[in-house]
């Protein structure tokens, strides 16, 4: 009986020891576990970094290529042979369109040398009457009836021609006490009509403008 009850208390001891260790190393497992996924989490991101890192170097890298190649870009060759041949065409262009303007002015000078033309002149800003005045082109000089009676001698004038045909001409006329007279004028294509403006520098500093528009060409 003796021997029955020990062997019980026996078995129940071991029991009762293997169940503890049991529960212990079932708790240490569990516990454990927990932090797993934490970690998990911290490794993924770690691994991250560094991909990011790299992808920024290689953008970077990119980047300085570009620049690289803008700064140092330059003619190809081919271009470089190319453009002494191409300044000389534009030279000879240049040249020709130089002669063609030299022909088409002295050819306007001829028309309009020997011309006579009755003027209408209105002064800007609505002030005063209109007036009239006769634009006389003679021996390759200009002058107007009433100005050069005024002080105004004749006076050599430029030409030019302008793209749609018309010719512009210019000159500037000086008499006593510094009078100045600026006259611009245009004549269409046709050589047929005439306008232009004239402006009048007086003494005292007080300066007159005037359009005027030809009524007739002699």
């Known amino acids: 009986m003796n021997k029955t009850i020990k062997i019980l208390v026996i078995i129940l001891t071991v029991s009762i020891i293997f169940a503890q260790d049991s529960y212990a190393l079932w708790g240490k497992k569990k516990a454990s576990k927990t932090p797993e996924p934490e970690i998990q989490k911290e490794e993924s991101q770690v691994k991250k970094v560094p991909s990011e890192k790299v992808r920024e170097k290689e953008i970077k890298q990119e980047i300085k290529e570009e620049v690289k190649k803008e700064e140092k870009q330059e003619v190809p060759e081919q271009e470089i042979k190319k453009t002494p041949v191409m300044e000389k065409k534009v030279d000879k262009k240049v040249e020709k369109l130089k002669e063609k303007l030299k022909l088409e002015r002295n050819e306007k000078r001829e028309q309009i040398n020997n011309t006579q033309w009755n003027i209408t002149l209105n002064e800007m800003g ?4 209109p007036n009239e005045d006769v634009l006389i082109f003679e021996e390759n000089r ?5 100005t050069s009676k005024a002080g105004f001698n004749a006076t ?14 210019e000159t ?3 008499a006593e006490e510094g009078r100045i007279n600026f006259w611009r004028g245009e004549i269409a294509g046709d050589m047929k009509s ?3 403006i004239v402006s009048k520098q007086l003494p005292d500093g007080i300066t007159e403008n005037y359009s005027f528009l030809s009524r007739e060409k002699k």
């Open 142 to 146: 200009f002058y107007a009836e009433k």
């Open 172 to 174: 500037m006329q000086t």
């Open 194 to 196: 005439m306008k232009g």
């Open 156 to 169: 050599n004038y430029t030409i030019s021609v302008q793209a749609d045909g018309m010719t512009v001409w």
């Open 126 to 129: 609505g002030k005063g009457q």
